[in-house]
């Protein structure tokens, strides 16, 4: 009985203008873990979904130049975990993405899955903005990149507008001394959705940090970049005193719900002790440690 | 019968259904489909609480495809004055919980249901009925079903001479409880509460019915008891037994959760009316909320000991969440919560309390997990206090042989104290701990059930054996049958096949519960290989031209008794079974009985977990079961219950509870939200077998399958409060409540 139509676009132009048509009633598909999931349970009815796994763009790694990494958007965290050099240079995103259902889920799930989903509480999206990464958007009007932290507008909701689709991920060129992290609190082991997650990027130039950036997941209606972190952190020497003013930060920050996976006052503890966590992490990673 | 060997008894022999299951070709019910087959969906109520003023289905008939729709009207109606009992349900309960009448009384209740040729016109079918309701208030928790002014559930309900949502209470008293306290030298009351959980069987509920034109009724399901599904499918649809079959389908989880009928009456119904076969699979988010649980909990414990450590007193009263309908499973946190220890003074109370829930249904051991918990848990504390070992302090008060237990029989022997020794003895308990980890102890207790079994037991033409017996196998009960009958009739386990038979192809048999299956198979069985040996031995004696009593039966041969009997060669079970139409044609028997003497179980538990200081978490480090189980028939599977009790008891003490919203509705019908452990949550368990054998089972079997979920609920309670120098008193110990304890506020 159902009505909805599949179409397995093979180039960014099909793609896009299939969905600029459909005027709203079409989704596009990468591996499937959300929509499918979401479909099944009657909370999408989309007439029109458009299979994005065939088009090139979509689906390949590309290091632009020594250290600068573009990833498809349906690139599956099985795919992207083969490729060495990325797992180096970008520990916390690989982390994050890995982190994303079981082994099966693993060999579907997409960053940009992940990512346009909208879920505040998405695995990959605090690491990402860490990360200092952008969204590489096509539409009817072109291309255009947006920063990570501003494609979020609230749960569910992002700034990809009809006929716009996610294309890859650009990551800035590594700089060496650098690392980054991602750690979560769930209940279970895996399985399990992130009830507070951090990614925390950072550089050290004997011992000093040169480069900082802070995200949290899953404590407000979009994934935040605690932008005054960096400010103090940058300069310093990541000693008690500093992680205790950015965890605080951190924790003031929050603004969290109280539900079912839970309470206002858990999740903006626990923000702040992941942030000093998650930097331990980073920090130790660069020191060759982890 | 001849001396046991211990050939077969006690090995780990392959498992007859094992194959089938890894090679995903067992059949379950919803494997089931036949020609013409159409598909039936039910329509359930979205409140908690509603009187229904009419039910408007037209619509929905209109709509093409569609072939039934049924109400409560085609239902059997018992009246809701009058109790009508099958086992451990009650009709009247049954009739109202399948399809509401007049009220529905929890969030996801059925109220219609409807067949059509596909499952998508099914549901859309059930969108088109038009229910107008009165929305009633509704009460959830314990304390808002008892409270004065609570809504009243069912208005014929009498408690202290008002309508009330207590639905019934249950006492043992022994001794003097105020002597007793007046004796004791430490008292500790605390209060605790528990939260309702599923028992998370991975099958949800299913089944394909069809009624044929002269009006018989064959069922495929999947229950825990096809003579279960038959007796309450008939009492629901007025068909007789005789004209229904019910077969079993391979079960995938049931724990006691599949004890009672869901949808096979609907089904039976809407095949009825329609003529065709037609198949209702219940989906994850309804068999959630409106199948199982067990019972939520609040209880009151109060326990006094001497200066050395004897109780001389204790009490404990619980209530106990029945869901919409009386029946909560408060004998078992009465009878089994002091049951290891000798006591002089006790006094256990319960009541049992409806509120805007689904029914609850049996889990292992059901109520017994919630009485421990508490019990356990106050021992604790008062080991603590006289500052001596809890496992001491239970061993100086361990019941044993000849004591009067507190729900009243005086115990044969039995093996708590072995199990308290062993835990003593145990590595574990000796090891030493990390920073921030603790090490809990508790005990726990189940009656075990017996109950009536049939068995038939036949030699193939080329001499190889069949057994069928009535039970569904849902712990690798064919296995230990298999194991049983090579061991009595002296052949290799390879010649027994084990299956179960269907309800015309086997005598009645209870369901599965209780931890009864092998307990009265084995004993069926037994009294079946007897016969059957009789008659081999009958067969020899007319070939050899002795008298019978001149045989025996050795190693799977007749053979003379001695040398007075005269010299022949001996033969086999093959070569008998080839002669066997000219001796007198098939041999084989049956036996069918009630079968009595199940002794009840007991077990000690050692828990360690690590807790996460800043963020909550509890982590259980390493675990070990001791358990008395009379006799191992098959160790792998006693082994197996014992792992599955002590995850589901994680589960229930750390991370598992029904969460109802403002709405009365239940939130979390998924396992990303009902969160069940996962294997990377577990530590590898450990278990030690104690057999002291039941002296009044032929092969010593006790039921294994229900004790070890009574005590992890207090052994991991226990070992959390070790770790953090805190208590909780109450479950589960989710991270947001475990910090709160640990930051003390
Ligand atoms: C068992 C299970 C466990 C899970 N565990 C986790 C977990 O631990 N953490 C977590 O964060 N998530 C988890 N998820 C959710 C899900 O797997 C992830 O969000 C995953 O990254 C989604 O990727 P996908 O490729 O499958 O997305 P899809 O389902 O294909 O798409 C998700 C959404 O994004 C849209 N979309 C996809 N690609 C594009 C694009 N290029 N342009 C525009 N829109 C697009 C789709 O239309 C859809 O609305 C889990 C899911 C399951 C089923």
């Not at chain 1, 972190?229 to 990541?238: E, F, N, Q, T």
């Not at chain 2, 549901?123 to 309701?133: M, P, R, T």
């Not at chain 2, 030493?432 to 102890?441: C, D, F, I, T, Y």
Request: glycine share 10%; with cysteine.
């Amino acid at each position: 009985m159902s009505d909805t139509q599949y179409l397995a676009a093979k180039t960014i132009d099909e793609a896009v203008n299939a969905h600029e048509k459909a005027n709203g009633t079409a989704r596009f598909l990468a591996g499937g873990t959300d929509l499918l999931v979401q479909i099944k349970s009657g909370i999408r009815k989309p007439n029109l979904v458009i299979d994005i796994k065939k088009i090139v763009e979509l689906n390949s790694i590309n290091e632009i130049s020594d250290g600068e990494f573009e990833v498809g958007a349906s690139v599956s965290g099985a795919n992207l975990n083969r490729n060495l050099k990325f797992a180096k240079l970008w520990p916390g995103v690989l982390e994050a993405f890995r982190l994303i259902g079981s082994e099966q889920i693993q060999g579907r799930a997409s960053l940009g899955g992940n990512l346009c989903n909208g879920s505040p509480a998405g695995d990959s999206v605090p690491a990402l903005i860490a990360a200092g990464c952008k969204a590489v958007i096509a539409g009817p009007k072109g291309k255009k990149d947006v920063p990570i932290e501003n494609f979020h507008l609230g749960p569910g909701k992002t700034v990809l507008e009809n006929g716009e689709m996610l294309v890859s991920l650009k990551f800035p060129k590594r700089e060496a001394n650098s690392a980054d992290a991602y750690l979560r609190m769930t209940p279970r082991t895996e399985m399990d959705i992130a009830v507070v997650g951090c990614g925390v990027n950072i550089s050290l130039e004997n011992n000093v940090c040169t480069h900082a950036r802070v995200s949290l997941g899953a404590v407000a209606p979009t994934p935040l970049l605690i932008k005054e972190a960096s400010d103090i952190m940058v300069g310093s020497k990541l000693d008690d005193d500093i992680l205790n003013k950015v965890s605080k930060m951190c924790m003031d920050a929050c603004n969290p719900i109280n539900d079912k996976r839970g309470t206002i006052d858990y999740r903006t503890k626990v923000a702040g002790v992941l942030f000093k966590r998650a930097t331990k992490l980073a920090t130790d990673r660069i020191g060759g440690n982890k | 019968m001849n001396e046991i060997s211990n050939k077969w008894i006690g090995k780990n022999t392959i498992r007859p259904d094992g194959a089938d299951k890894v090679t995903g070709r067992a059949q379950y019910s919803s494997d089931t489909t036949m020609p013409g087959m159409i598909w039936g969906h039910v329509l359930r109520s979205p409140h908690p609480h509603a009187k229904i003023l009419s039910i408007n289905t037209k619509k929905a008939e209109e709509l093409e495809g569609v072939k039934a729709v049924i109400t409560s009207k085609d239902v059997v109606d018992f009246p809701i004055d009058t109790p009508v009992i099958l086992g451990i349900q009650d009709m009247r309960w049954m009739c109202r919980n399948v399809m509401a009448r007049d009220k529905v009384l929890f969030h996801g209740h059925p109220l219609a249901a409807v067949a059509a040729t596909t499952e998508e016109i099914a549901e859309k079918a059930c969108e088109l009925i038009e229910v107008e309701y009165d929305v009633l208030p509704w009460a959830i928790e314990i304390d808002d079903a008892i409270k004065p002014d609570a809504p009243i559930l069912h208005d014929h309900i009498q408690f202290e001479g008002k309508s009330s949502n207590i639905a019934g209470t249950l006492e043992h008293k022994k001794g003097d409880i105020d002597k007793g306290f007046s004796e004791a030298d430490v008292i500790i009351e605390r209060e605790f509460k528990t939260e309702a959980v599923h028992q998370g069987y991975l099958e949800t509920h299913s089944c394909l019915v069809s009624v044929a034109a002269d009006g018989r009724a064959t069922i495929w399901s999947s229950s825990q008891g096809q003579f279960m599904v038959r007796a309450m499918t008939s009492y629901l649809t007025g068909i007789p037994q005789s004209n229904i079959r019910a077969i079993p389908a391979e079960i995938g989880g049931g724990f006691g959760g599949k004890t009672i009928v869901y949808l096979e009456p609907l089904a039976t119904i809407l095949s009825q009316k329609t003529g065709r076969p037609v198949k209702i699979v219940m989906n994850r988010e309804d068999t959630m909320r409106a199948s199982g649980p067990t019972s939520g909990s609040k209880s009151k414990i109060k326990i006094g000991a001497t200066k050395d450590g004897k109780i001389v007193a204790a009490q404990g009263t619980y209530y106990l969440q029945a869901g919409a309908f009386p029946g909560s499973p408060i004998r078992g946190a009465v009878g089994c919560s002091l049951a290891p220890y000798d006591i002089p003074n006790a006094h256990t109370f319960g009541y049992d309390v409806v509120s805007n829930r689904c029914k609850v249904a049996a889990y292992r051991a059901p109520g017994a997990p919630i009485g421990a918990y508490g019990v356990e848990s106050v021992l604790d504390e008062i080991a603590e206090k006289l500052n001596m070992c809890p496992l001491e302090l239970r061993k100086i008060n361990a019941a044993k042989e000849g004591t009067q237990a507190v729900h009243g029989p005086t115990y044969p022997q039995m093996g708590y104290l072995e199990t308290v020794e062993a835990a003593i003895n145990h590595p574990h308990y000796k090891a030493p701990l990390g920073k921030h980890q603790g090490r809990g102890v508790a005990s726990g207790f189940w009656f075990n059930a017996g109950g009536e079994s049939s068995a038939q037991l036949n030699i193939t033409e080329d001499g190889n054996v069949v057994v069928t017996t009535g039970h569904p196998d849902i712990g690798g009960s064919r296995a230990s049958i298999a194991n049983i009958t090579a061991e009595l009739l002296g052949i290799h386990h390879d010649k027994v096949s084990v299956l179960i038979g269907d309800t015309a192809t086997i005598g009645y048999s209870n369901l599965t519960g209780g931890s009864r299956v092998l307990f009265a198979s084995a004993m069926v069985v037994t009294e079946s290989a007897k016969l059957v040996i009789k008659q081999l031995k009958q067969r020899a004696a007319k070939i050899w031209g002795i008298d019978e009593e001149a045989i025996e039966w050795e190693n799977g041969e007749a053979r003379p008794a001695g040398d007075n009997a005269g010299k022949f060669a001996p033969l086999t079970l093959a070569e008998l079974a080839e002669k066997a139409t000219a001796t007198g044609g098939p041999i084989g028997a049956g036996y069918q009985v009630n079968t009595e003497g199940a002794e009840g179980g007991f077990a000690t538990h050692i828990c360690d977990v690590e807790v996460d200081m800043d963020l909550g978490i509890v982590r259980v480090k390493r675990y070990t079961s001791i358990q008395d189980v009379g006799k191992a028939i098959h160790p792998d599977y006693v082994e197996g219950q014992l792992h599955g009790g002590c995850v589901q008891g994680i589960g229930w003490a750390l991370s598992e509870e029904y969460i109802y919203n403002k709405d009365g509705h239940l939130d979390n019908t998924g396992f990303l939200d009902y969160r069940m452990p996962v294997c990377s949550d577990l530590p590898m368990l450990d278990t030690v077998l104690i057999e002291i054998p039941n002296p009044k089972h032929p092969q010593g079997v006790r039921g294994v399958g229900e004790v070890p979920l009574v005590p992890p609920l207090a052994a991991i309670s226990n070992a959390v409060y070790q770790a953090i120098g805190k208590r909780s008193y109450s479950l589960p110990m989710s991270p947001p409540k475990v910090l709160k304890i640990i930051e003390g506020n």
